[in-house]
């Protein structure tokens, strides 16, 4: 079993609809990091979170350090956010990152 | 916030030469990088962690002889993939933590290498 667990693999939606791409974690860590990967290949860092909720744009990250669950949520999707999201936490036992699969998303116009 | 920026963003060589892909922290200074390997559709995959004024310290099956790191100043490392072969065709991400505290990453863009 995989430390860092994402899902779905894959998704596909529609214009407007709202995102979830889930995250799960088996280890302890301090933070979690969500990233988005263009198809070029360049990575933006979205979110690092330690608890609680952020918000930036139609982007919001939550956290559940209890339960090692954190999500990603996308309002009113647009097809330029077509792009994979990729997981990480920062183990707490160092500064390593472990990553996770990846969300590969796809908004239809 | 805090950038980090790589060059270049993309890379085409040929078999047998060496390639150079720096990464700075442009505002900020960081006394550890990591660099980070990403096979096409696949996970990263850390490669080493590089430590501003001391050696590199790489990840089991990661070799050292061919993928120098040098952390020379706060500000800049650097991976040199050495004699590269088009089984070294992939994209190289670094990051760097970050000057406030030592749960903040940032990362670079990446870099595309192609070996032909």
């Known amino acids: 079993k995989n430390e860092v667990e994402q899902s779905p693999q894959n998704l596909t939606a529609q214009e407007g609809e709202f995102i979830t791409i889930n995250c799960s974690y088996s280890?302890?860590?301090?933070?979690l990091h969500w990233l988005q990967q263009h198809p070029g290949g360049g990575i933006v860092s979205l979110f690092m979170?330690?608890?609680?909720?952020k918000k930036h744009g139609r982007l919001i990250a939550t956290i559940n350090i209890q339960e090692k669950h954190s999500s990603l949520h996308i309002t009113a999707s647009h097809p330029r956010d077509s792009a994979v999201y990729i997981c990480?936490?920062?183990?707490?036992?160092?500064?390593?990152?472990?990553w996770g699969a990846g969300t590969k998303l796809i908004i239809k116009p | 916030g805090a950038v980090v920026s790589q060059h270049p963003s993309r890379v085409i060589c040929k078999s047998g030469t060496s390639v150079k892909i720096e990464c700075r922290s442009l505002d900020f200074q960081a006394t550890t990088m990591f660099w980070y390997r990403q096979f096409p559709k696949q996970s990263l995959m850390l490669m080493a962690t590089?430590?501003?004024?001391?050696?590199?310290?790489?990840e089991q099956g990661v070799e050292k002889d061919k993928f120098l790191i040098n952390h020379a100043s706060l500000t800049l490392s650097t991976l040199t993939v050495t004699s590269a072969h088009p089984e070294d065709s992939s994209f190289y991400i670094c990051s760097a933590l970050g000057p406030l505290s030592s749960y903040e990453q940032y990362f670079g863009p990446g870099t595309r290498l192609t070996v032909t």
């Open positions: 979170l330690s608890s609680g909720k």
């Open positions: 590089s430590n501003e004024g001391s050696k590199a310290t790489y």
């Open positions: 990480a936490v920062l183990m707490d036992s160092n500064y390593q990152l472990i």
């Open positions: 280890v302890g860590i301090s933070a």
